[in-house]
Every structure is written in C-alpha cells, then in structure tokens.
C-alpha cells in the first residue's frame, strides 16, 4: 500500500514535468513556426534563470533575484489555490483576494503610523486580514447558500478591482494612476539584497513567502485540521458523517486560501513600488496562481517550485521582446501547460484500457 | 423615461454581445458542459475580427462585405478554440474547470502574440469605419442577438433535437439509454457556444471600439456565464440578466452626463452588475435550477 501510494505521488510529479514539456515543446514550435528562433527564448530564459548572458558572456546575478522576486505572488496565488483545492473548490478568486490585499496594504502603508518595522508590519497583517475576509465570504456564499464558488470568485474579481480604485483614488497624492510615494517605514526592501544583486528589487517578502509555504505544508500534512478539509475535499458526505462540521471547515479553507493571496498583494505593494498604484486592470497573479497549483499538484513543495517556474518565465518575458521573441508565448506556454494538465485525465484513461486489455487477455489464456 | 430611451441604443450596444455569449453559454450546460473559457473564446472572436476587418479594409474591399466576413471568422476561430475544450471535457473526463481556465490564459496569449506577429504591437492596427447604426441608432448586432436568442429557444424548446441536449444535461444515462448520442450531442453544445462567444467577441470590437486590446473583452464572458446562473438556464432568464447588467453597465457611462450622479465616482456603476449578480444569487439561492449533469463528466456504461 505504502509502496503504492509513494509511485503514485512519484508520478503525479513526473506527469507534471512532462506537462511543462509539453507546453515548452509547442510553444517552441509556434515561435519557429511564425519564422523566429526559438534559440532566442532559451537565451532569455537561461539569462533570467543563471543571470548569464550568453550573447556577450556578461553575468549578472540581478536576473536571478528579479526571477526570485517574481516568483513569490505565483508561490502564494498557487498556495491560495492549492489549499482551497484541496477542500474541492476552486477559487479563481485569487485575483481578487491578492487586489484587496494589496489595496489595504498601500492604505496602511500612506495612512498609518511610521514606527519602524511596526508600520510594514501592520500594513502585511492588514493585507492578510482583507485576503482572508475575502476569501472567506466565498466560503460561506458556497456553504451556507450554495452560490457555486466558481461564479462569486469571479464576480468578487471585479467588486475587488473598481473598489481597489475607488479607495486608492482617495489616498493621499493620487493621480489617475499612482498615489504618492510610501514612507520609508513602510518598505520592505532588503538592503543587503540590494548590494549584493546591483538593486534589484528583492525584498523581505521572499522570507515571509517561504514561512507562508511551511505554514501550507504544516497545516496540509500534520494538523487534524488538514486532514478534516482533505477528508471534505474528497467525499463531502462521508466527511459530514464521521463529525467533520462541513460547512466551517469549507469557511476556514476559502479564508485561509483567501490570506494567502491576500500577503501576495501586501508583498507586491510594499516590495516592488514605491508608491500606491491605482489599478487600471488586473495584475493576473492570481489567475496563474490556478496554474501554478495545478502543475505542483497544490503540494508545499510543488507549487514552489512551479511559483519559480512561472518567475523565470516573468522575468523573461523582457529579455525575449529584446530578442524579438513576442514576450506574450509565456502566456501561451502557460495557457498550453495548464490545457494539457486538463488533457491529463486522457493517461488515465490510457492507464485504465491497458489495465483492461491485459485482464482480457489473462482472462482468455484460461 | 425619455433619459432611459435616450440610453437604449448604447444598452443594446453593450448587452448584444453579453446576450449572444450567454445563450451559448447556456446551451453548453443545458447539454452537461460548463463552459468557463467564454471570456477567452470571446478574446480570440475579438481579436480574430478586428485583425480580419483591418486587413481587408486595407485591401480596399468593400466595407460591408468586410464586416461580414469578419465577424464570420470571429464565429469560426471561437468554434475552433472551443473544440479544445469539447475534447477534454467530454472525451477525456478532464475536470471542465481547469480545461476552461486553460483556454482563458492561453487566449490572452494568443491573441497578442498574433497581434505583434501581424502589426508588430501589443495591439491590432486600429480599423477606420466599424459597424454603422441604423436610422434607430441600433447597431445590427442587437438584431443578432435577438435572432440567437429567438432561435436557442425554438431549438430547445421546440424540436426533438432540443429536447434530446437538455436530456443529455439533465440524465445522460437516460438518454444513452433511449439513443442519443450524448458524446456527439455536448460537441454540438460546446462548439456552438464557441461560436457564438466567438461571433460575440467580433461585435463587441466592431462597435464597441476600434481595435482590439488586452483589455476589449475585459470580464463580458465572465458577465455572461453570470447571466447564465442568473437567468435560470432559460432563453428568457438568461435575456433579463444580460438587459440588467448591460444597463448597469451602460450607466457607467452615461451617469457621467448626470449631474446629481456625477458627485459618485464611475467605479461605483461599474461595481453595480457584479454586486446584483452576487445578491441575486444569494437571494434565489435554495433551489438548484442548474442542469443537474452540469459539470460532470459522462462515462458510456458507468452508473
């Protein structure tokens, strides 16, 4: 059994592997097709991932920390996705929950009181809150009203976006675009990273986003309340019945989920601006987050390492326009990982008539 | 009154595609299928039509000729995509979700990459003329829209084909049982919500706008497959829930020429159809109206 279950896991992970292939592979192939290199966009890449530039042979550890910065929405929005995944919904709403966050954050951030460390401090915990509140509403629209949460994340996507304006249109020094500038005490900017990667915009938020992965794994694996939101996830009805109180457990879930994505936005506002931004449309974090989770298979460990996958696809997406590669076939590549996670299910069913074939042919050797 | 007549024209102008969109929609799920890659089906109809209008008015053809022409490939284009979709879900019991999310990303790649293939920019070259209004002030896409609507409800309603897709939603089993062929059924299903989103995306940027952006379709298929679970799953409902949040929408707009709405800040219209989608679905709540095969994959044989 235990032999069993550890091959399964195994491939869940190697199906994963193949389904980034995959996505590289077409993707590849369409940028040859329109007449490209595609050599170009393994440069881009190999420069965003190792800060080596091939072309010139000029290293520069800054592409590295840039990829790193990155990757901590897409760790969390993946985080947020996974463990509400695990209670078998599906929360597109990471989106709007990373929104909230980062809106609470730039109002703490202009608005509250500049202590040293308390400041940034209180601006993350108010982006965590708001995530969580947020989340956590879709949680009880599903269990308490049976509103498919598939619909209510999608429209809190919106309700998220024109209220983000609408308060950031009144902090202080707002222009159509931008507020004015944080105070010092609010930035949770990292000197030492930036002496030692020429100013990049690596931040503290890269320590908050590992606490917030073994939070995930610790929650997921170890605690009963884990184990309760798995059990719902997997048969709602034999949950309710061995005394798992259905309906808190998908609250707390969606909440959770919720705060996740929410810190994403604390980090993005206070770690990567310097001043409130007064968003025109969506940053899509949480929207690849869904991706994210899906080719980590919502695992701590997985979805990390899928979070540092799509970074380096981010922050390769300017070198490759540098290298006129459109930067838009990380989208594609994206889109085509996740068409062909969908796609997966067909290895099952592969699985399952080769099962029956050899049971046939068993069957007639008697 | 006469405020709310003046208003019509540019309602109808944002409701037409929401409606067209939604009503295939719904027919995806009257069928067993949900269809959440609406808004990306819409982005590639979208872009499909503006880039197919620019090249041909270019070329000199004849502009009418050229807006039907675009719009027909906008129809096609979302047919095709949405075959991804069909495929997934109905041969290979992938999980109907995450295929629709897949389709949603892998169109706003799609679409710009085509644009900086064709027009080396992140956008489409702006086309001179769209689609002109009637003596009314009505763009023809509202007629289309009335059409598609017209027709879904006498396809569904009225002909055994119709009632065959609602039996494949409803109990697939059942309708395995008495000969229907389910599997070919939801292919219709989810090819013509393609379609039709496609055909959707095409009028949205030939009245709407004139060139196609990342941001031309910005949540209309996300509005429609709200208008879906509002609307009940009925041509009917589904017409009501498109009117009310196009007028929300258009209100956006036009309550900038009001002054005692002025004070109120634009996002707050904006917020509206989302906010009554999200009331109305706690409001109604308590009984499911939805398809009950809606969603979950059909096995040939399986109980």
């Known amino acids: 059994m235990k032999a069993e279950r550890k091959r399964l896991s195994e491939s869940d992970g190697a199906t994963s592997v193949l389904v980034v292939l995959m996505g590289f592979l077409v993707g590849t192939i369409l940028v040859a097709l329109v007449g490209k290199n595609p050599l170009n966009m393994y440069k881009a890449l190999f420069q965003a991932l190792s800060g080596y530039n ?75 809150i708001i995530g969580a509140l947020w989340g956590g509403v879709v949680g009880i629209l599903k269990a ?101 109180p259905v309906v808190r457990s998908i609250s707390i879930s969606m909440a959770i989920s919720g705060a996740f994505a929410g810190l994403a936005g604390g980090i993005v506002a206070l770690g990567s601006f310097k001043y409130g931004r007064v968003l025109a449309g969506m940053d899509n974090y949480g929207f690849d987050g869904i991706a994210v989770a899906l080719v980590g298979n919502c695992t701590a460990l997985g979805t990390t390492l899928a979070g540092l ?51 046939q042919k068993e069957v007639g050797v008697k | ?91 290979l019991n992938a999980d109907q979700t995450i295929s629709g999310t897949g389709i949603n990303l892998l169109s706003s790649g799609v679409t710009i990459f085509a644009s900086q293939i064709l027009f080396n920019s992140d956008r489409t070259r702006e086309f001179r003329m769209g689609m002109q209004t009637d003596a009314l002030g009505i763009y023809p896409t509202a007629y289309i829209a009335l059409v598609v609507v017209l027709l879904s409800w006498f396809v569904l309603y009225k002909l055994p084909v119709g009632m065959h897709l609602r039996a494949c939603g409803e109990h697939p089993g059942a309708a395995e049982s008495v000969g229907i062929n389910v599997k070919k059924m939801r292919y219709w299903a989810v090819f013509t919500s393609g379609v039709l989103a496609g055909l959707a995306g095409g009028c949205v940027v030939l009245t709407q706008t004139i060139q196609y952006t990342s941001n031309t379709i910005n949540g209309r298929g996300f509005i429609a497959l709200a208008a879906v679970s509002f609307g009940r799953w009925t041509p009917l409902g589904v017409t009501g829930a498109a009117l009310l949040f196009g007028t929300a929408q258009a209100f956006a707009i036009i309550a900038n020429n009001i002054p005692a709405l002025k004070v109120l800040p634009t996002e707050v219209f904006n917020i509206l159809p989302y906010m009554v989608t999200l009331a109305a679905l706690v409001l109604f709540s308590g009984k499911n109206y939805a398809p009950s095969a809606a969603g979950k994959p059909y096995e040939k044989g399986a109980s």
């Open chain 1, 309 to 359: 996958l799509f970074g380096l696809l981010k922050n390769a997406q300017a070198l490759m326009q540098g290298k006129q590669i459109p930067k838009e076939i990380t989208f594609i590549i994206q889109g085509l990982i996740v068409i062909f996670i969908a796609l997966r299910s067909a290895l099952k069913l592969y699985q399952e008539y080769l099962d029956k074939r050899q049971l």
């Open chain 2, 1 to 91: 009154m006469s405020m709310i007549l003046g208003m019509l024209p540019s309602i109808l102008m944002i409701v037409a595609p929401i409606l067209i969109t939604a009503i295939g929609g719904m027919i995806c799920e009257k069928a067993g299928v949900v269809n959440i890659a609406l808004e990306g089906l819409m982005a590639i109809g979208a872009c499909t039509a503006a880039a197919a209008h620019v090249l041909m008015e270019a070329s000199g053809m004849n502009h009418s000729l050229s807006l039907f022409l675009a719009l027909a490939m906008g129809f096609v284009t979302g047919g095709l995509f949405s075959l991804v979709h069909a495929v997934a879900a109905i041969n």
């Open chain 1, 54 to 128: 091939i072309d010139n042979g000029r290293m520069n550890v800054r592409y590295i920390a840039e990829t790193l910065n990155y990757s901590v929405p897409f760790i969390l929005c993946g985080l947020s996705m996974g463990f509400a995944n695990r209670v078998g919904l599906f929360n597109i709403g990471g989106e709007g929950q990373y929104i909230m966050g980062l809106t609470l954050a730039q109002t703490v951030a202009l608005l509250g009181p500049q202590i040293p460390v308390l400041h940034w401090v209180l601006a993350i915990l108010a982006a965590i």
């Open chain 1, 144 to 244: 308490k009203y049976e509103v498919s949460e598939v619909v209510s994340t999608i429209m809190l996507n919106y309700v998220a976006l024109y209220l983000s304006r609408i308060i950031c249109l009144q902090l202080p020094g707002a222009t159509t675009y931008k507020t004015a500038n944080f105070p010092k005490t609010a930035l949770i900017e990292n000197t030492f990273f930036q002496a030692i990667t020429h100013n990049s915009l690596l931040n503290n938020g890269i320590f908050m986003m590992i606490v917030a992965v073994i939070i995930y794994w610790f929650i997921m694996e170890k605690t009963s309340l884990g184990y309760g939101m798995r059990a719902t996830g997997f048969n709602k009805d034999a949950a309710r019945a061995s005394g798992i």
